[in-house]
């Protein structure tokens, strides 16, 4: 059975406000501490959430200003609109924006009808149905609660219904990855991924025509190569913040068989724009 659309717009609620809970009480220093985004602090990562938030409420973000090295692409230099625009704010007042908007944006939120959730509409990333917009953002916040989290060392929250959904969009991009890093491999080579941890599992592709394809009933034996990774590594890799060595050499992640096939697909999870 499909989650309930509301399930969706309970956990973006749960997510912004545990990122604020997080960010309360820090001072000036703290709201300045580095990310691993490239060029982006606590502050910052609070400011792209209430910029994206607010240009769907309509709102126009402001003229482009500084753009740095870290900005790739057409998207980052939109998100970046907003958070060039709030650096002049303190912390706490970006802090204080943030709980205004998102908290707003959730109760309009809980009012949507299902046929709301499912109407079609223009995003960033192609037509979808807001019920799908919504687990986008949902995805895309609850990466942020975590990298400020790895921000503040303050680690946790991967045993929920956030994490789960994570996971599961991390383990749906396994079968591309496979695919892309097995080429030449012979049909029926086998990958497995192990993800430790309340929210994880075990998943098997096996290859198949030059492409992955997940098995419905993995068998136990007989692999070519594998990862086994915590949560953590996995979503971080998943999210582009960490490659397959640094996750490697942190403990949370080992890759089995084939090491360079391995680290090949811990590469190509990566799914950030």
């Given amino acids: 059975m499909a989650d309930a659309p509301n399930q969706t717009v309970a956990g973006l609620d749960e997510t912004w406000r545990t990122i604020a809970s997080l960010c309360a009480g820090l001072d000036e220093a703290g709201f300045l501490t580095p990310t691993e985004l490239p060029g982006w602090t606590v502050k910052d990562v609070l400011s792209h959430i209430l910029g994206t938030e607010r240009s769907l409420r309509g709102e126009t973000p402001p003229d482009p200003g500084a753009v740095g090295?870290?900005?790739?692409?057409d998207l980052g230099a939109f998100n970046e609109r907003w958070v060039d625009s709030l650096r002049r704010l303190?912390?706490?007042e970006v802090l204080a924006q943030f709980r205004e908007v998102t908290e707003a944006q959730a109760a309009a939120r809980y009012r949507l009808t299902p046929e709301e959730l499912a109407a079609l509409?223009?995003?960033?990333?192609?037509?979808?149905?807001l019920e799908q917009w919504l687990n986008v953002r949902l995805?895309?916040?609850?990466?942020h609660e975590q990298d400020i989290r790895h921000a503040l060392h303050r680690p946790?929250?991967?045993?929920?219904e956030p994490a789960r959904r994570a996971v599961l969009r991390g383990v749906s991009v396994l079968p591309r990855a496979v695919g892309k890093a097995a080429?030449?491999?012979?049909?029926?080579?086998?990958?497995?991924?192990?993800v430790a941890g309340a929210v994880g599992g075990r998943w098997v592709v096996v290859v198949s025509g030059g492409r992955g394809a997940l098995e419905d009933a993995p068998l136990e034996a007989g692999f070519e190569a594998g990862l086994r990774a915590d949560a953590d590594a996995f979503l971080r890799l998943v999210w582009?913040?960490?490659?397959?060595?640094r996750a490697e050499h942190d403990g949370g992640l080992v890759v089995n068989g084939d090491r360079d096939l391995a680290r090949r697909v811990a590469a190509g999870l990566n799914i950030t724009p």
């Avoid at 995805?139 to 990466?143: A, K, N």
Wanted: hydrophobic share 30%; proline share 7%.
């Fill in 69 to 73: 090295d870290h900005v790739r692409n």
């Fill in 121 to 129: 509409g223009p995003t960033v990333f192609g037509e979808m149905s």
């Fill in 156 to 160: 946790g929250n991967l045993d929920g």
């Fill in 90 to 92: 303190s912390g706490a």
């Fill in 183 to 194: 080429r030449g491999m012979p049909d029926g080579a086998r990958f497995e991924t192990v």
């Fill in 240 to 245: 582009g913040r960490i490659t397959p060595e």
């Fill in 139 to 143: 995805f895309d916040s609850f990466s």
